[in-house]
């Protein structure tokens, strides 16, 4: 009862002090915004993904880049319009990061097309676009792995359209999520954008909010 | 001698339309995207028709690929992306057509080898009206140079 007749006061309180609640609102609104304070979007720090990167190595994801902020964005590469976007701007986010001198940052592009993307294939993909590989790693799985990776962290991936070969060979294509993530050292994912189109100030201004 | 006059007459038309159609069309800015063997690349260019008729692109080919597909991006709600393969690219009179990233672009699909930005990709564009033209596109890692 008490608890109650407090709140009420409060309420009261804040009634007389309209321009006290004018302020504040939109002052928490920004604070909270433009902070260190990003919502968590889905925690990932409990999950442990077994996926292999170009090298055929084994990688525990997040768990085997924690401490690190993570740059992850979601691709396939037979996919030669839009994932390549994806791809050039995690390589203008990596660029950016060296020269603004801040590390401590893994850069991740996951294939959610493992039946074609091998680690050879994304090893591949890598190598003919001259990338730096010091502090990025393509990362495959198994269907299942990907399909409930993907899941989790909100990416949708639907097979579309497809190319028939004339040996029988038939490839697909994809109706996908255009996203690039910001993962926090605690394996949290704190901001989605769009992969092909990511302002690269805004995530690196965003990466030196978390760091 | 009419008759022959008449056939001299139809043959000296279909050369004079057929010269206008083929000097009608052009291409400029053309670039493909580098990419591995037995993968997928891109090609993108600007189709000029300074006709005061509209055209249509309805064929590519291409020797460096298993298959050559006429593709358009498209976006759908929630940041969903795709692409499929369509049947012509219109081209209105008077105008200029771009294939470009996250839109139009023709499909090299199955690469017989790696191509990187030393080469370039062979291509024949045929069109409904136009006669068809051959051009010789570069491959060019053209994003790292974007300024962002």
Redesign the interface.
Known sequence: MDFARKILKIMFNLKLNKYFILLTIPTTIIINSCGKNFPVIEDLSKDKFLLVNQDSNAVIFPENFKNKIIVIGYIF??????C??TT??M??IQEKLSKEMISDVQLISISFDPLQDSPA?LK??A????LNLKNWDFLTGEKSTIDSLTKKVGV?V?K??S?M??DGRK?Y???????IQLIDKEGRIRKNY?G?KIN?DEIINDIKKLE | MFKKILIVAFILELTFVNKIFSQSITIKDSWARPASKGRNSAAYFTIINKNSFGDSLVQAISNIAEKVEIHETFKTENDMMGMRAIKFISIPANSEVKLKPGGLHIMLIGLKKNITEKDSVNLKLKFKRAKEIDIKIPVKDIMKKMPH
């Open positions: 590469t037979n996919c030669p319009d839009i390549p976007l050039n701007n390589r203008l294939v591949d993909y190598t003919i676009r001259n949708v639907i579309s359209d190319t070969f004339d490839i294509y994809y109706v996908h999520t255009d996203r769009i092909s690269i």
